[in-house]
T-cell receptor, first 110, second 113 residues
Framework: AQRVTQPEKLLSVFKGAPVELKCNYSYSGSPELFWYVQYSRQRLQLLLRHISRESIKGFTADLNKGETSFHLKKPFAQEEDSAMYYCALVSGGSNYKLTFGKGTLLTVNP | GAGVSQTPSNKVTEKGKYVELRCDPISGHTALYWYRQSLGQGPEFLIYFQGTGAADDSGLPNDRFFAVRPEGSVSTLKIQRTERGDSAVYLC???????????FGQGTRLTVV
């Protein structure tokens, strides 16, 4: 069975500091990994996914199959990055159901 | 509409009552998912529809939970004999066939008292 682990429930940084939100997964096949974000009073939305290999709002994430990790990084955090971040995976096949981690609440202080 | 719409946004019901939660997906999205999010947890998969049929209902916790999508668009999640443990935010998501990007609704916050 697949599992996604986000070890930090809370993460607090100062504006301009680097930020890394950790995500580890367990799955025997080749999953597709995602980061979803939920800003205050907004719906859950896709931030980025590993297959597109792009940077969104300055965030990047690299899939490391050896370490089964998909950490989210940003070199200079902004106050508007404060939100709940969820790492998720899709296990493949034709059912694209997501398995989510418990989430990390990022607070960027001024 | 522009996005996935869920109604009601909040529902308070008494233990033992029946509730229906509605999801209106993005037009043209054939795949529809229901998730449940309890406090402090990530969303957990309940059921997946491809068109009108439930392709995977392995996440439904028990037979009190049922969902339909009769015309391949709007879906209704039905919960019978509600229990306090059913209190959670119920999320609906939709996607294009063959696309892994899911678009979420705002959710319905269900409180069973």
């Amino acid at each position: 069975a697949q599992r996604v682990t986000q070890p930090e429930k809370l993460l607090s940084v100062f504006k301009g500091a680097p930020v890394e939100l950790k995500c580890n997964y367990s799955y025997s096949g080749s999953p597709e990994l995602f980061w979803y974000v939920q800003y205050s009073r907004q719906r859950l939305q896709l931030l980025l996914r590993h297959i597109s290999r792009e940077s969104i709002k300055g965030f990047t994430a690299d899939l490391n199959k050896g370490e089964t990790s998909f950490h989210l990084k940003k070199p200079f955090a902004q106050e508007e990055d404060s939100a709940m971040y969820y790492c998720a995976l899709v296990s493949g096949g034709s059912n694209y159901k997501l398995t989510f981690g418990k989430g990390t609440l990022l607070t960027v202080n001024p | 509409g522009a996005g996935v719409s869920q109604t009601p946004s909040n529902k308070v019901t008494e233990k033992g009552k029946y509730v229906e939660l509605r999801c209106d997906p993005i037009s043209g999205h054939t795949a529809l998912y229901w998730y449940r999010q309890s406090l402090g947890q990530g969303p957990e998969f309940l059921i997946y529809f491809q068109g009108t049929g439930a392709a995977d209902d392995s996440g439904l916790p028990n037979d009190r939970f049922f969902a339909v999508r009769p015309e391949g668009s709007v879906s209704t999640l039905k919960i019978q004999r509600t229990e306090r443990g059913d209190s959670a935010v119920y999320l609906c998501a939709s996607s294009l066939q063959g696309d892994t990007e899911a678009f979420f609704g705002q959710g319905t916050r269900l409180t069973v008292v």
